[in-house]
């Protein structure tokens, strides 16, 4: 089955600096990539995806990157802000009706 | 705005205990799932709904039963809880059109002491 790993478990930056928060897999079928965040205390929420027909898909200030070859994806913030502080989940998916594997969580904290 | 509804938010049982938890989506969607989050924030899948039908089902204890009364509902109901049952049960749903994306309720948190 489908291995998800978010190797950083927590990532700090400074506000308006940027972020990046990367996600592996290990089926080759995956073929949707969407991003979830969790804000503390709350449940989660879509926040981007990306199909695999794409290599790269931006909404304001969030980019998601996707390297097939490496089966890798990332999530990129630009100009963070306090509110970006939560946990965000990468949950690759293969199937027609989702079995979505998350990945462990990486948990962005955005300091003054 | 909240329109994936789980009741309770909060429940304390003993272990042994028989516990239900309710989901109602006023989405629409065709696709309704289970989610488990443990204290580590993991989450693993449960249980997931399409017409009624139970199309997956992960490897979960027996003592974990999902009951639909039709697409908009998706209950969850243990039979006699154990102490790692502990969790955040995550209800989502998901629209046919696009079921890979997920909305989800905002948890109910069991402890089993």
């Known amino acids: 089955g489908e291995k998800v790993e978010q190797h950083q478990s927590t990532l700090s930056v400074r506000e308006g600096d940027s972020a990046v928060i990367n996600c592996t897999y290990t089926?080759?079928?995956?073929?949707?990539f969407p991003w979830y965040k969790q804000e503390a205390g709350k449940s989660l929420h879509f926040v981007i995806d990306?199909?695999?027909?794409?290599d790269r898909k931006q909404s304001q200030r969030l980019t998601v990157l996707l390297d097939k070859k490496a089966k890798r994806f990332s999530l990129h913030i630009t100009a963070t802000q306090p509110e970006d502080s939560a946990i965000y989940f990468c949950a690759p998916s293969s199937s027609s009706f989702s079995k979505l594997v998350f990945g462990q969580g990486t948990s962005l904290s955005v300091v003054p | 705005e909240t329109a994936v509804f789980q009741t309770p938010n909060y429940h304390v049982t003993q272990v042994g205990n028989e516990v239900s938890f309710n989901c109602k989506q006023t989405?629409?969607?065709?696709?309704m799932y289970w989610y488990k989050q443990d204290s580590k924030k993991l989450l693993k899948i449960m249980f997931s709904y399409n017409n009624k039908q139970l199309i997956v089902n992960e490897t979960v204890p027996r003592r974990f039963s999902p009951q639909s009364s039709d697409k908009a509902h998706l209950n969850l109901r243990i039979k006699s809880v154990e102490p790692e049952d502990s969790a955040v049960y995550l209800c989502?749903?998901?629209?046919?059109?696009?079921?890979?994306?997920?909305?989800f309720g905002a948890g109910t948190r069991l402890s089993v002491l």
């Open positions: 089926d080759t079928a995956s073929s949707y």
């Open positions: 990306i199909r695999s027909n794409v």
């Open positions: 989502a749903s998901s629209p046919l059109r696009d079921e890979n994306t997920l909305y």
């Open positions: 989405l629409g969607h065709d696709t």
